[in-house]
Nanobody
C-alpha cells in the first residue's frame, strides 16, 4: 500500500504565501514523476506543477509559473509546493499525485497514486 498525505493548507490573504507538503508512506516506490493538482468547486481537476524523480525537471501551469515552486526531497519521501503571491483564483483543494510509468505528463488520468487533498483558501 502506498499512502500520500498532504499538509500545509489553510487560509491566507491575497499576496501571501503557503508551503504545501506531501509525505509518502507505506510500500516504497520510485515515482517517475510527481505532481500537484488542484480542484475548485464546480471545476475539473487541473494540473499545477510536475517534477521528475531527480528533481531536475519541473513544469508549471501558466497560472503557477513565476509564483509557485515545486521541489522534493527523495531522502525524506516528501514533495513540496511553495506558493507565493497567492490570488483568490488559487483557492482550491490541492492534491499530491504520483505515477511510476516513464512519462512526464500533466494529465490527471495518468497518475496512479493520490492524496486526499488539502484546502487552500485565499481571501481578498
Amino acid at each position: 500500500q502506498v499512502q500520500l498525505v498532504e499538509s500545509g493548507g489553510g487560509v491566507v490573504q491575497a499576496g501571501g504565501s503557503l508551503r504545501l507538503s506531501c509525505g509518502a508512506s507505506g510500500r516504497t516506490i520510485r515515482p517517475y514523476a510527481m505532481a500537484w493538482f488542484r480542484q475548485a468547486p464546480g471545476k475539473e481537476r487541473e494540473p499545477v506543477a510536475v517534477i521528475t524523480y531527480s528533481g531536475r525537471n519541473t513544469f508549471y501551469s501558466d497560472s503557477a509559473k513565476g509564483r509557485f515552486t515545486i521541489s522534493k526531497d527523495n531522502a525524506k519521501n516528501t514533495l513540496y509546493l511553495q506558493m507565493n503571491s497567492l490570488k483568490s483564483e488559487d483557492t482550491a483543494v490541492y492534491y499530491c499525485a504520483a505515477h511510476t510509468h516513464e512519462i512526464v505528463t500533466m494529465k490527471a488520468q495518468e497518475y496512479e497514486y493520490w492524496g486526499q487533498g488539502t484546502q487552500v483558501t485565499v481571501s481578498s
